[in-house]
């Protein structure tokens, strides 16, 4: 019996913590784009200019991308949704290419690529 008790006591424990994890990931567009900045300058080497205008164009996309969340959020309709994202990264890659030299860009491509492998890695099968 004493046993069971501590059984009890650990499982309710344990669902505590689980339901204390974080379940809703609203980042603030300026910590976005300031985190998104230090990554690419770790992963692209940015010159300081450079890494004022990655940022503002960060910041501007992560603006543009909570916007259109918040819409579809509120509509509760998703059709088209994924493809007006894709269009805003589309543009973000764009105006990237023109702030990043040619060598800067291929390592850009790279760093994406491997953010793009982590992303499906740790997402969960079934949503898909």
Do not use: H
Not at 25 to 45: G, L, Y
Not at 66 to 94: C, D, P, S, V, W
Not at 103 to 113: I, S, T, V
């Amino acid at each position: 019996m004493k046993n069971v008790g501590i059984f009890l006591l650990f499982l309710t424990l344990t669902a505590g913590v689980v339901q204390a994890q974080p379940q809703n990931r609203n980042f603030d567009p300026e910590a976005m784009a300031k985190r998104q900045a230090q990554q690419i300058d770790e992963a692209v080497d940015l010159t300081e200019e450079q890494e004022g205008k990655v940022y503002a164009l960060n910041l501007e996309t992560g603006k543009k991308m909570r916007a259109l969340r918040e819409k579809y959020r509120q509509g509760g309709r998703t059709e088209g949704m994924r493809e007006k994202f894709a269009a805003i990264r589309e543009e973000q890659n764009k105006k990237m290419a023109e702030i990043l030299s040619e060598e800067q860009m291929e390592k850009y491509k790279k760093y994406l690529e491997e953010r793009r492998a982590r992303y499906q890695n740790r997402r969960p099968r079934e949503r898909r």
